[in-house]
C-alpha cells in the first residue's frame, strides 16, 4: 500500500481494488457490452493495486477477463498484486494451468517479487488488544501461506 501512495504524492494516478471487485466489475461490464471501454479505463492509471489475489477461485470466464487486463497494462503501467497464495497454487485459482502461466508470464517480466512472511498484521493488532488469545509465531518459523506480491516495474 505504501508504494501506491509514494505513487499518487508524485502525480501518478493510481487505483485500488480488490480483486473480486475487479472480476465483478469486468463480468458486469461485458454483461452490458462495454467491456472495451471498461478495459480501457482500467489500463490508464500508472499504478493498480489488486487486493485479495487467490481467497476466492475464478471461472474460466473471469479468468480470461483477469487475463485481458493484464495482458492490456503489459509493458504499459504497473500492477500490484497481493496474495497468500504460491505462484504454482495459481492454477488452481484461475481453473487453468496454461492461463495462470499466461498471466504470470506477462506479470513477472520485468517484476520485483517481495515475499512477505510473518504474522497478519491484522491479527497482530487483535493480539495486541487482547482479542485474539492464538499463540503468535515464533520470528524464525516459516509462514505456512507466504504473502507474494508481484510489482511491474517500468
Known amino acids: 500500500m505504501a508504494l501506491a501512495v509514494k505513487a499518487a504524492e508524485a502525480g501518478h494516478r493510481v487505483l485500488f481494488m480488490t480483486l473480486d471487485r475487479l472480476v465483478s466489475t469486468l463480468m458486469r ?86 515475499n512477505i512472511k510473518g504474522e497478519s498484521y491484522r491479527l497482530k493488532d487483535k493480539r495486541r488488544a487482547g482479542l485474539v488469545t492464538t499463540q503468535a509465531k515464533k520470528e524464525d518459523e516459516p509462514s505456512p501461506d507466504p504473502e507474494s506480491v508481484p510489482m511491474k516495474e517500468h
Do not use: C
Not at 45 to 60: A, C, Q
Open 29 to 114: 461490464s461485458r454483461q452490458e457490452n462495454r467491456l472495451d471501454r471498461q478495459l480501457q479505463q482500467l489500463t490508464y492509471p500508472k499504478v493498480l493495486v489488486l487486493d485479495e489475489m487467490g481467497y476466492l477461485p475464478m471461472t474460466r470466464e473471469e479468468a480470461s477477463l483477469f487475463f485481458r487486463l493484464i495482458n492490456r497494462r503489459y509493458e504499459r503501467a504497473s500492477t500490484i498484486l497481493t496474495s497468500n497464495k504460491s505462484f504454482m497454487d495459481w492454477g488452481e485459482i484461475f481453473g487453468d494451468q496454461v492461463i495462470a502461466t499466461a498471466i504470470l508470464d506477462r506479470l513477472l517480466h520485468h517484476s520485483t517479487t517481495l
